[in-house]
Each structure stands twice: as structure tokens, then as C-alpha cells.
């Protein structure tokens, strides 16, 4: 019986010690995974922002607005997200020279994660009242709008270029791997930058002196009308992206290794060739058509990391079901 007990105890503490084996085996192969948003929005504000000039349906402010809106709780619970994500909504301009030019006070920046830490009701309120997050959303977009109204008399313009391949650099937020415990953790940040422009980029280096070819720095009216005339000269029955390849047209890709990590939400082109009472079509190829094979191309050749091209929408759904569709694209 005393031999019967011992090698039932040999067996427990054997089993015992399997199981814990097992468990730390596991424990090292532990994945966790956390997906955080980094929502960078960048106005042009170039001649775009004049609506006796380029009319659309919406403007910039209702609809930078809708995502400040739109942020808790769908694109806080987004993936199934429930708390303490590192998310963060940025608002930064293209030209540093506003902040001078129109006494702008400076980037917007919400560091979610750190106002939650410091108000755990900084998103929501158990009473219904506004929240501080809607309270500073309100007051920024305010703000936001008064800048409107200067460059509207003063457009400030838009370096794009200058700006993809500098500024962005201050906000662009990298993976953070750690491994604590014996277990890998990982903090994957998606940079999703919302650009408001028409697609025209007017600003910063003009001239043959700033182009290889037919690839330019810049993308100009007078470009888009120079390339449909060749097109209708020389195509002979190519497409447009047949053409314009084989012909070496494009915007000469931005060099910044950080683009990788971005995508970005282009949005809301516009075609300056359309009849501006009726909307109509004037020429072919119409502008839009030739704004998207170069930028399609650009945005490749810069090797962003995704993006999307989204003309001029006509309410706040419409561009709000477009950008929850960008997100959730994998």
C-alpha cells in the first residue's frame, strides 16, 4: 500500500512538473498584439479653400469635423478595441508658415491614451453631458475655422511635396516590440493621414529647372493641359496609364524612408475642367481622370504604405462611410 501511495505521488509531482513545463513553453511563444490609431489631418489651404472658385457640397470644416465625431466610440472600439489604446487625432498643416502668416497657435495634438489616464471620463459622461474630448474638439474646431476665413482672403498654399518629405516625420509613430515576462508584445500603430487637396499642387518648386523629363516636382493646370494635348496628339487608342508610363509623365517621388509606415486618405479631388453651373464634362480626358494617374503613380513610387483617392463628396455620410471603409481595408 506504502508502495502503491509513492508511486501515485511520483505520478501527481511528474504530471505537475509536465504541466508547468508546458505552461512556460507556451508563455514564450505568446503573442499580444495591440493596434493603436495615429490620425493625422492635413488641410490645403491653397486657392482650393475659396468656394466662389472651386464650389463643392461640403466644406473642410464639417467634414474634419465628422471624424473628431466619428472617433468615440466607432473608431475608439474599432477591431474589437475596448481600452487604454494608444490612439492620438493630429491636425498639422502642410507650410509651417501659417503659424506666423495667421497667428495660429500652433499643431493640434490629442494624446488619448494620457488624457484618459488623466480624466477617466474624458470620453464619455454617465450622465449624457459633453464630454471634455467634445469640449476641446468644439473649441480646436472653432479655432480651425477662424484660420479658414483668413486664407480664404490670403490662401496660404500647399508644399506638399516639402511636406511628405519633412514635417510628417514629427508625427509618424513607429511598432514598439517588448518582450516582458516571456511574452512578446507588440504596440502596431497605423499613421493614417486625412488629406484635404484638390490634387493640384501648385505650391513650392515650379519650372523646367524642377523636372526629369515629364516628371515635375509640381502638378499645375497648365501641366494637365500640356499632357492632354499630348495624349490626344500621340496616344493613338492608349490608355491614359498606357500613355503616361510609356511616356515617363509623373511627380518626381518624395524620398523619405517613414512613408512606409503611412497610409493616406486623399480626399476631396476636384476637377476644375467640369462646367462649373451644370457640373459637365468640357474636355477628355477631363482633369480628375489625369489628377489620379499621377497621383496614383506618386503615392506608388514615394512607396506609401496604402492609400486612397476620394473625389469631393456630397455630405458628411457619404465621407464618413468612405473613411470607415479605408480603415477597415486590410
Known amino acids: 500500500m506504502k508502495l502503491l501511495k509513492s508511486k501515485v505521488l511520483v ?57 473628431f465625431n466619428d472617433y468615440y466610440p466607432n473608431l475608439y472600439e474599432y477591431n474589437h478595441r475596448t481600452s487604454g489604446q494608444k490612439d492620438a487625432l493630429n491636425l498639422i498643416f502642410t507650410n509651417a508658415n501659417i503659424i506666423t502668416e495667421y497667428n495660429y497657435k500652433g499643431d493640434f495634438v ?119 494635348k499630348d495624349y490626344k496628339t500621340n496616344g493613338k487608342g492608349k490608355s491614359l496609364e498606357a500613355f503616361f508610363k510609356e511616356n515617363n509623365y509623373g511627380i518626381l517621388p518624395v524620398e523619405n524612408d517613414n512613408l512606409k509606415h503611412l497610409e493616406v486618405f486623399v480626399c476631396e479631388l476636384y476637377d476644375r475642367s467640369l462646367n462649373k453651373r451644370t457640373g459637365s464634362q468640357t474636355v477628355v480626358p477631363n482633369d480628375l481622370d489625369i489628377i489620379k494617374v499621377f497621383w496614383k503613380d506618386w503615392l506608388t513610387k514615394s512607396k506609401f504604405k496604402k492609400f486612397k483617392l476620394v473625389e469631393k463628396v456630397n455630405s458628411i455620410e457619404e465621407f464618413q462611410a468612405e473613411f470607415t471603409a479605408f480603415i477597415n481595408e486590410k
Open 110 to 228: 490629442i494624446d488619448i491614451n494620457k488624457k484618459e489616464t488623466e480624466n477617466k471620463l474624458y470620453l464619455k459622461t454617465f450622465d449624457g453631458t459633453e464630454t471634455q474630448f467634445q469640449k476641446e474638439s468644439r473649441a480646436f474646431l472653432e479655432s480651425i475655422d477662424d484660420l479658414y476665413q483668413k486664407t480664404k482672403v490670403k490662401p496660404a498654399g500647399a508644399d506638399i511635396s516639402s511636406f511628405f518629405k519633412n514635417k510628417l516625420n514629427t508625427v509618424v509613430k513607429k511598432d514598439v516590440f517588448k518582450s516582458v515576462d516571456k511574452y512578446n508584445i507588440t504596440n502596431k500603430y497605423r499613421n493614417i493621414l486625412v488629406l484635404f487637396t484638390d490634387g493640384y499642387i501648385e505650391a513650392g518648386l515650379y519650372g523646367k529647372g524642377n523636372c526629369i523629363g515629364n516628371s515635375c516636382y509640381f502638378l499645375d493646370g497648365v501641366r494637365i493641359r500640356n499632357f492632354r
Open 11 to 67: 505520478y501527481c509531482l511528474l504530471l505537475f512538473s509536465f504541466s508547468c513545463k508546458n505552461d512556460k513553453e507556451e508563455r514564450v511563444f505568446k503573442n499580444i498584439i495591440t493596434e493603436h490609431l495615429n490620425i493625422i489631418i492635413t488641410p490645403d489651404l491653397s486657392n482650393r479653400v475659396k468656394a466662389n472658385l472651386y464650389p463643392k457640397p461640403m466644406n473642410d470644416i464639417d467634414l474634419i469635423g465628422s471624424v
